[in-house]
């Protein structure tokens, strides 16, 4: 499976930015395609998931604030980010869970800056 991710950028305090990742299955065919950020000099924490019942998970610093969903044909999975804060930059990374076992693509990078 191959994954992309896409949309990052430069945007300031309190703006918006809508992350996309490509998926070259249907993301259905996964348990969970997961948005996670790697911050500079840290590791990769999970954002947020979607789940193949369309269940949503997002933790706590980004709950109410970004909404995960994924597109009619089921091939791109998206991640809307509003009200942004300086600790949302990094690097943004989409994965698909299968099996207990994760799948990663190339990231995109979010900086968050006035």
């Known amino acids: 499976v191959q994954l992309q991710a896409s949309g990052g950028g430069l945007v300031q305090p309190g703006g918006s930015l809508k992350l996309s990742c490509s998926i070259s299955?249907?993301?259905?065919?996964?348990?969970?395609i997961d948005w996670d950020r790697r911050v500079p000099g840290g590791s990769r924490a999970l954002v947020a998931r979607i789940s193949r019942d369309d269940s949503t998970l997002y933790v706590p610093s980004v709950k109410d604030r970004f909404i995960i969903s994924r597109d009619n044909t089921e091939t791109t999975v998206y991640l809307q980010m509003n009200s942004l804060k300086p600790e949302d930059t990094g690097v943004y990374y989409c994965?698909?869970?299968?099996?207990?076992?994760?799948?990663w693509g190339q990231g995109t990078q979010v900086t968050v800056s006035s």
């Open positions: 994965s698909a869970l299968d099996g207990g076992q994760y799948f």
């Open positions: 299955r249907s993301s259905r065919d996964f348990e969970a």
